[in-house]
Every structure is written in C-alpha cells, then in structure tokens.
T-cell receptor, first 109, second 115 residues
C-alpha cells in the first residue's frame, strides 16, 4: 500500500517557469527520495535528502524537508519541455522505497 | 556501464499459468528490489534482497509470489497461478548498498498481462 500523498496530482506550466511539487508522508523516514518517470527513460533517481537535512540542491532542483510536518517539496527552476514527466516522492526506510502517487508535470514550449 | 536489465520486456499469459520474470542488476550492487506499477495501485514495493541477509518479503501480496536471488546477482520473480489482478509492470532496481546516496537504479520493467 502507498504511504503519503503528493500534490498537485497534475501541473501544467510554460517553459521557463518554476514548478513546485509537494509530498506528505505518514511514517518516520531515514531519507526522502524523489524520482522522475517518463516513457523514454523509465524511473530515474533525482535527489535524496536525509532526515537530518532541511534543504538540498542539485542543478535546477531544490528539495526541502520538514520532518515536523512530515512533508517535502521539490522545486524545479527554469523548467524545460524535457522536464515533462511524472514525479514521485518515496519514503526510503529500511532500504525499500514506499512511493507516493506522483505528480504529472507538463511543461509547454 | 550497463544498467539494470529485465526480461522479458512484455509477457502475456493466461490466467492460472505460472510466470518467471528475470532481473540482472548492475554489477557490484549488493541490494536488489522488486516493485510493481499498476494504474490502480501505483508503485508498490514487493521484495528486497541485501547481500546475504534474509530478504524483506513484506510487500509480496500473496503466497503465489516468490523471488530468489542466486549468487548475489541475478534475481527471478515467480508468480504462480496468475490472476488478472497480477497484470502490471514489474520493475527491478538495484543499488550499491542499502540506502545508497545515489538512490536506486531501475530497469525498464516487464509488462505482464494476464488474460
């Protein structure tokens, strides 16, 4: 069964705009991971943030974690059409991943 | 280098038949995972192997599902007496170690259709 929710379920933006996706989880975490899935490349790991971290950056990606609210957010800056994909957060606890339902991002050129 | 590979890429089987799905992880990765993805249930964890430890089978939906990992490398997921609700994409992933900073590397999946 899934744990946590993501919102929005779908997001449509113009190229160049920023995209923010939110994730809430129910149980404690060791880390929170974000993955991207599109038809061309399958499921790809984007970034991992540990439970003792509050913010992490990787290129155009910025992830925040608030363990008191059991929530995380993924910000993609200066979006590109190639960022069109589904984005999933995953609770990384005990090695395995428990995924949220995902956000479908559409970036229009 | 080579990524995670899975075979077959597609499998159509009749209800009640057994199927075997194969996963070749990235060489040197000690952890191997099986997940499945379906429209109704999203991405679900099934089973996790870490080195020589006993596997975490907590995600297997019924005793018709089993998996093994031979020689710490290749893994086979077996579904016995398939049911229509088993139709899904079965994804295998591997990682260098448990909770590796680089996350898990996923294969392309096996799309299973039970008719």
């Amino acid at each position: 069964s899934q744990q946590g929710e993501e919102d929005p379920q779908a997001l449509s933006i113009q190229e160049g705009e920023n995209a923010t996706m939110n994730c809430s989880y129910k149980t404690s975490i060791n880390n929170l991971q974000w993955y991207r899935q599109n038809s061309g490349r399958g499921l790809v790991h984007l970034i991992l943030i540990r439970s003792n971290e509050r913010e992490k950056h990787s290129g155009r990606l910025r992830v925040t974690l608030d363990t008191s609210k059991k929530s995380s957010s993924l910000l993609i800056t200066a979006s590109r059409a190639a960022d069109t994909a589904s984005y999933f957060c995953a609770n990384g606890r005990g090695g395995k991943l428990i995924f949220g339902q995902g956000t479908e991002l559409s970036v229009k050129p | 280098g080579a990524g995670v590979s899975q075979s077959p890429s597609n499998k159509v089987t009749e209800k009640g038949k057994d199927v075997e799905l194969r996963c070749d992880p990235i060489s040197g990765h000690t952890a191997l995972y099986w997940y499945r993805q379906s429209l109704g249930q999203g991405l679900e964890f099934l089973i996790y192997f870490q080195g020589n430890s006993a596997p975490d089978k907590s995600g297997l939906p019924s005793d018709r599902f089993s998996a093994e990992r031979t020689g710490g490398s290749v893994s086979t997921l077996t579904i016995q007496r398939t049911q229509q609700e088993d139709s899904a994409v079965y994804l295998c992933a591997s990682s260098l170690e448990r909770e590796a900073p680089g996350g898990q590397y996923f294969g392309p999946g096996t799309r299973l259709t039970v008719t």
